[in-house]
């Protein structure tokens, strides 16, 4: 009784268990930044500090009264004991298959087992072998393979695995024939580059630090060479700024290396950021081994090559150059031309998101904005034919061998389950896979109505929006509804059959995904329409989009929740300090909350492509209007508010969420509460099942909750005890 009588001290009221709050103590600093002549302050700046017990100490009472809070919320284990049936009831899962040297390597997820293990098989037709189990590995530690590398031969398979959803992998090498790891450590990575073609080192990418707190910790990696069997102090700086002095490798770029099994001729290099126009060079691979290897250009940004592939001497792009929704183009191996490549795949009324080779034709596949159609390329009579999918939806190609014409094909749709086929480019048939088999889901998941409607957005332009909710729901407002979205780097929203969203639509809630430009569902053009200085259109999309819902009868302002991730962080930030009335709660899940200060984290100098930076003056006010917590002001009533961070995030530090969720709690005076939920086991994500669960049932009972659902209020006990 006396636990109970503690935390009923937080809160007071009767008409409303939670009505008022009392959150911990959060002080002020007088920080501020004057850019351009404007002073912008930061009086949370002080939570930046990672390193400070004042900070670790505000976040553990945050993210206890986060915990204690939503213990006493119905629904919430329910939706957990939900997701664990659907995953127990799905076949096994099968990831990422590669076959080098006749062996076909991947990640295996069994049924309720937390993260997946790494088997091999012979061949297609030979049992599998289990090779790395990632949670008997180390004992008392949760970790989870995030890559698998085998050598050309197959001999050997290098094994990257990190702890707890950090980002930072230890690689390790083992011999696949005695199934034992070899000496050979590298620990705190950013990750395997590849091996090379004689199969007696390997490379991969070095940072400075694994602290996801350090600003400088990403800035300057190196693409390192290992020689199995010596020291890893020992280990040659092969590709990196320092080596590398004439070609300016900026300090925030990601320098990695490609050798391409089809192309070894070759040894490629690129520069990796976000943004999505390549910088690549080359050079003959007889150089691999010389002290210095000199550099050719391939390609530059101002090529616009988005992607590319080699077959014989010819080498197969996409660029965006001249087009918004990009086109296939082919030039010269040995004396590239962009200018007058012969265009293989001429730009059409669809975007053009990728293509993938195998033995003697490239599939290509466009999206309308929504689905995806394949065409698939005979690279010898060179005829372009259409390709029939077997349902619509989102699809997904890959090759594991190039040496045949079959491709690995996923499909998936909002209202469809994730199903695999192989296809036989050369007889064009679809068959079941050998690997994963049809998924199996309850009847009641069977009944979900798609709609796809286009809504007229703040300046005019019509704005995609796919809306999924349970066959025979009223449109009459008295639904609750979800919106999700991202809107940035030109990634699209593409349709997927997502359980979790799924097992609320069960429920009678509508499911809204809005495609805000900043994603690339309408090419080129609609990606730079939500970019830096237009990034203003992201949120206003989303909240054109929250009022066609209203407006339609699919639910009401005070039934309605939205959520953005990582980026998409920036759209329900500033869509609900725009518009605070519009939402009846919204969560920040690891989201860029605080754009100005961004570029000031571990990972934030790869992103000013994307986003901008505070040195120039067009694009720091870009970032001050994508601001979340520099938009929050005092006295307003805004939504009930989650913001979520991963301890050991690398790519949006806690910090960020974290200052969101203190600005809104001092200002707000709605009296919905404003909550920070810190995953002490988690990152940016994890593979963790078990511990993805726990994550999204906290957001979606937190969203559920404050949109008034009757199956996701105050525990009955709870309310009988206050009472």
């Known amino acids: 009784m006396k636990k109970s009588i503690i935390f009923l001290l937080f809160f007071t009221g009767c008409s409303s268990l939670f009505a008022q709050w009392q959150y911990p103590a959060t002080k002020t600093v007088d920080a501020k930044d004057t850019y351009w002549g404007v002073t912008y302050k930061d009086p949370y700046r002080w939570l930046e500090d990672m390193k400070d017990p004042e900070v670790n100490a505000w976040f553990k009472a945050q993210a206890d009264l986060t ?206 950021t976000v943004q999505n126009e390549l910088k690549i060079y080359y050079a003959p691979s007889f150089q691999f081994h010389t002290p210095k290897i000199q550099w050719n250009t391939f390609c530059t940004p101002e090529d616009k090559v988005l992607s590319f592939d080699i077959a014989d001497d010819k080498v197969f792009a996409i660029t965006h150059k001249g087009t918004s929704k990009r086109k296939l183009i082919s030039t010269d191996l040995n004396y590239p031309d962009w200018a007058n490549a012969k265009v293989i795949a001429p730009e059409k009324s669809m975007v053009l998101e990728s293509f993938t080779r195998c033995k003697d034709y490239l599939l290509l596949s466009y999206s309308d904005g929504i689905n995806t159609h394949f065409y698939k390329y005979n690279l010898k009579t060179e005829a372009m034919t259409e390709v029939k999918l077997p349902f619509t939806g989102s699809a997904f ?77 009223k449109k009459d407002g008295s639904n609750v509804c979800l919106m999700e979205s991202y809107g940035a780097y030109g990634y699209g929203m593409t349709p997927y059959f997502s359980a979790e969203l799924n097992s609320l639509a069960i429920k009678s809630v509508v499911i809204a995904i809005p495609h805000v430009r ?113 938009h929050v002001k005092k006295g307003v009533k805004y939504p009930a508010v989650m913001s979520v961070g991963g301890w050991t995030d690398p790519r949006v530090v806690v910090w960020q969420p974290g200052k969101f969720a203190a600005a809104v709690q001092q200002a707000s005076i709605s009296g919905k509460p404003v909550l920070v939920k810190v995953n ?6 994890t593979e963790d099942r078990e511990v993805t669960f726990a994550n999204f049932a906290d957001q979606y009972a937190f969203m559920m909750w404050q949109c008034g659902h009757p199956d996701f209020q105050v525990k009955k006990e709870i309310r009988a005890e206050k009472n």
Not at 107 to 131: I, T, W
Not at 211 to 227: E, M, S, V
Not at 680 to 685: E, K, Q, T, V
């Open 397 to 473: 190609a890959s090759c594991m061998d190039t040496k045949t014409n079959e491709y690995l094909v996923a499909i998936t749709s909002w209202n469809k389950p994730f199903t695999e086929f192989i296809y036989n480019a050369e007889t064009d048939k679809f068959s079941p896979s050998p690997f994963n088999a049809a998924p199996v889901y309850p009847d009641e998941y069977k009944n979900l109505v798609v709609e796809e409607v286009e809504v007229k957005g703040h300046d005019g332009v019509m704005v995609p929006l796919s809306i999924i909710y349970k066959k025979g729901t």
């Open 680 to 685: 002490y086991d988690n990152g940016h994500f």
């Open 518 to 630: 900043g994603g690339g569902e309408k090419g080129e053009d609609w990606y730079k329409a939500g970019y830096k200085t237009t990034k203003p259109n992201t949120w206003k999309d989303f909240i054109s989009c929250a009022e066609y819902l209203i407006a339609n009868g699919y639910t009401q302002s005070s039934k309605l929740g939205g959520t953005g991730t990582s980026a998409g962080g920036i759209l329900i930030t500033r869509a609900i300090t725009e518009r605070p009335d519009l939402f009846a709660a919204a969560v920040n899940n690891v989201g860029c909350s605080n754009a100005m200060r961004l570029e000031f984290s571990s990972n934030g100098p790869v992103n000013i492509p994307e986003f901008g930076t505070v040195t120039d003056s067009v694009e720091c006010k870009a970032l001050y209007e994508m601001d979340g917590m520099q």
């Open 67 to 272: 915990n204690t809070t939503m213990n006493t919320i119905a629904g919430r284990d329910e939706l957990i004991a939900e997701w664990r049936k659907l995953d127990k009831l799905q076949p096994a899962q099968i990831y990422y298959p590669i076959k080098k040297g006749g062996r076909i390597f991947y990640q295996k997820r069994m049924p309720g087992e937390k993260v997946s293990k790494v088997y091999f098989r012979e061949n297609l037709d030979s049992a599998e072998q289990l090779l790395f189990d990632p949670l008997t590995f180390q004992e008392g530690k949760t970790l989870s393979v995030q890559q698998i590398a085998p050598s050309y031969d197959g001999k050997k398979l290098l094994i990257g695995y990190a702890e707890n959803g950090a980002e930072v992998q230890t690689i390790q090498v083992m011999d696949v024939d005695a199934k034992q790891f070899l000496p050979d450590v590298i620990p705190a990575t950013a990750g395997i580059v590849g091996w090379t073609f004689n199969n007696k080192a390997f490379m991969y990418m070095w940072i400075k630090s694994a602290d996801n707190t350090d600003p400088t910790a990403r800035l300057n990696p190196k693409t390192k060479l290992h020689t199995l069997g010596t020291d890893p102090k020992m280990d040659i700086d092969f590709f990196s700024n320092e080596t590398h002095p004439e070609l300016k490798i900026r300090e925030e770029v990601y320098p990695y290396v490609s050798l391409l099994d089809d192309c070894r001729a070759y040894v490629f290099a690129g520069e990796g």
